[in-house]
């Protein structure tokens, strides 16, 4: 069995290296064995997605930046076969995006699309992260970035149990 993280980033605005919060599940054997949410200084004051995930300059001004966080958040990763996070593509380019700025060179990890994946094991559509959640009975605190990245890791730990691979 696998042992894999799944992410998911909140942002402020519409620069992809705005990443103002992180949650990570670690799972491994099919069981959660640990969870993480920090909150992001982001490297611009301007939020314009506080209508969505909630989180303003406010909560993140005194928080650490990407480039202070990512030691935690490669220890985290160190031991991972794969990331999953749903529309992997947006994380990925976060994580990329959030790197860059920081003068950071990333491992070259491989991601699964939670997306790619409720498609090919269970035929769901839409397949809005809501949506695969309700189908798959998965509780859900929407644009939550911990209940997001925890929501997929068990969409993942359900595709397992099928023996989908991943």
Do not use: Q
């Not at 949650?23 to 004051?45: A, F, N, Q, W, Y």
């Not at 994580?95 to 997306?115: E, K, N, Q, W």
Request: hydrophobic share 45%.
């Amino acid at each position: 069995m696998p042992t894999f993280a799944a992410l998911d980033f909140e942002t402020a605005d519409y620069g992809a290296d705005s990443a103002c919060a992180i949650g990570l599940v670690k799972v491994s054997d099919r069981k959660i064995l640990s969870k993480e949410h920090h909150l992001i200084k982001p490297p611009r004051r301007d939020f314009v997605f506080t209508y969505i995930h909630g989180i303003t300059w406010e909560h993140v001004h005194k928080k650490p930046t990407f480039k202070k966080l990512w030691p935690a958040i490669e220890e985290y990763l160190s031991d991972v076969d794969f990331i999953a996070a749903h529309n992997a593509r947006f994380d990925k380019n976060v994580l990329s995006a959030c790197a860059a700025s920081a003068g950071i060179t990333l491992p070259d990890y491989r991601f699964v699309c939670t997306v790619k994946l409720a498609r090919k094991t269970w035929d769901i559509y839409p397949t809005k992260l809501p949506d695969v959640c309700h189908v798959l009975d998965i509780e859900l605190d929407h644009h939550n970035a911990l209940s997001d990245a925890e929501a997929c890791a068990r969409i993942v730990m359900a595709a397992l149990k099928r023996d989908v691979e991943v």
